[in-house]
């Protein structure tokens, strides 16, 4: 027996920070870069990233139960960034930045596609985000956002058809051009 006279297995509730710690450590930067496409924003997203961490940490035991964390960690992070569209805590923020300066022709794919992504709807934009940026499958999405998967596949058409008028001609922007 140790030392301290207890035995060799620490409770199971000991190891759950340290597990929290390890996940948040290995997740956090793959959870900004979804936030980022989210907010369109640094700070919002560091922002956004920090209330998910803290809501994973707080009900860890049972995130670190679902199959699939990552996937918990997503929703979490999806879910908090729409109760905060709906609650309008984003647009107090916006009131005090000037509006974004239209991008140029030569301007970086990225700053395009982040200027075009913040002219959509936010459950729209979580939706293209999600579907094409994380890949989900139309059923994931819909089960995420708690709609159906007529709904996802709709918004995404009407969602990719606003992002073609803004964007322009698509062959600028591909590789083989």
Known sequence: MPENGRGSEEPAGS????????????????LYRTAYLLCGDPD????????????LFQHWRRASAADHVDAYART??????????????????????????????????????????AGLPPRARAMVVLRYW??????????????????????????????RAQLGDAHIYTAGS
């Open 15 to 30: 190891r759950r920070p340290e597990s929290f710690e390890a996940f948040a450590r290995v997740s956090q930067r793959r």
């Open 44 to 55: 919002a997203a560091r922002d956004l990233t920090q209330t998910t961490l803290a809501k």
């Open 76 to 117: 979490v992070l999806t879910r908090t960034y729409l109760a905060e569209r709906r609650r309008r805590l984003r647009d107090l923020l916006a009131h005090s930045r000037p509006d974004p300066r239209p991008a140029s022709e030569h301007a970086d794919l990225r700053v395009t596609l982040l200027a075009a992504l």
């Open 134 to 163: 994380e890949d989900q499958s139309v059923e994931s999405v819909a089960e995420l956002l708690k709609c159906s998967e007529s709904t996802v596949k709709s918004q995404c058409s009407r969602s990719l058809a606003k992002l």
